[in-house]
């Protein structure tokens, strides 16, 4: 059964520093995995989406990575800005044989930059 | 320029009160999603409509009804709500299954 885990739960860092957000899951078989980030009161915003074919996606500030034989993806934010504050939150669809299985979704990192 | 809307934004009512939430894309999305957010902000899927067509189907009390009249609209509509159905809903669509997903702003329904 695929588990999707974010740790930590909650990050705090100064503005300028380079961070990763962590998003390990259990099973390797996935289609592909969706980086999201929510404001509070918002909805999800997607920030970057892997296919499972794929090793890393780049926009902006934001790089996402993905390695399937560790299970893990990592989304690296460079020089973090009180802008960035917010939950990021991971999402993968499983693969079942040659078909889509079921979607999973990380509980969330909750980040703060402050100034 | 709205790309999923959803309509309303916050939702007060009674327990046992049937209401419905509505759902809008104008992406020319062929698959629809409702979700819930939980106070602990745990999300779950709840539903999929693929081209009008359930195709998912989570483990949710049958008092929770989709309805998708076109493919640009998926509404939910609940019977006899419950104090347990405090949360808040998500519409998002996506060009096909297990593509990127876009998401509405949420509905926060409390139930009084």
């Known amino acids: 059964k695929q588990e999707v885990t974010q740790i930590p739960a909650a990050l705090s860092v100064p503005e300028g520093e380079n961070l990763v957000l962590n998003c390990s899951f259990t099973?390797?078989?996935?289609?592909?995995l969706q980086w999201f980030r929510q404001d509070p009161g918002k909805g999800l915003t997607s920030l970057l989406l892997?296919?499972?074919?794929?090793r890393e996606q780049t926009s902006g500030r934001l790089n996402a990575s993905l390695d399937k034989s560790s299970g893990r993806s990592t989304l690296y934010i460079a020089a973090s800005q009180p802008g960035d504050s917010a939950t990021y939150l991971c999402?993968?669809?499983?693969?079942?044989?040659?078909?889509?299985?079921?979607?999973?979704f990380g509980r969330g990192t909750q980040l703060t930059v402050w100034p | 320029d709205t790309a999923v809307s959803q309509t309303p934004k916050y939702l007060v009512t009674q327990m046992g009160n049937d209401k419905s939430i509505k759902c809008e894309q104008n992406?020319?999305?062929?698959?629809m999603y409702w979700y819930k957010q939980d106070s602990k902000k745990f999300l779950k899927i709840m539903f999929s409509?693929?081209?009008?067509?359930?195709?998912i189907n989570e483990t949710v009390p049958n008092r929770f009804s989709p309805k998708s009249p076109d493919k640009a609209h998926l509404n939910l509509h609940i019977n006899s709500l419950e104090l347990g159905d405090s949360a808040v809903y998500f519409c998002?669509?996506?060009?096909?299954?297990?593509?990127?997903?876009?998401f509405g702003p949420g509905t926060r329904l409390t139930v009084l």
């Open positions: 998002a669509s996506s060009q096909d299954r297990g593509n990127e997903q876009f």
């Open positions: 099973d390797s078989a996935i289609y592909n």
């Open positions: 892997i296919q499972s074919s794929q």
């Open positions: 999402a993968l669809w499983a693969r079942r044989g040659s078909t889509l299985g079921r979607l999973y």
């Open positions: 992406l020319g999305h062929d698959t």
């Open positions: 409509y693929n081209n009008k067509e359930l195709i």
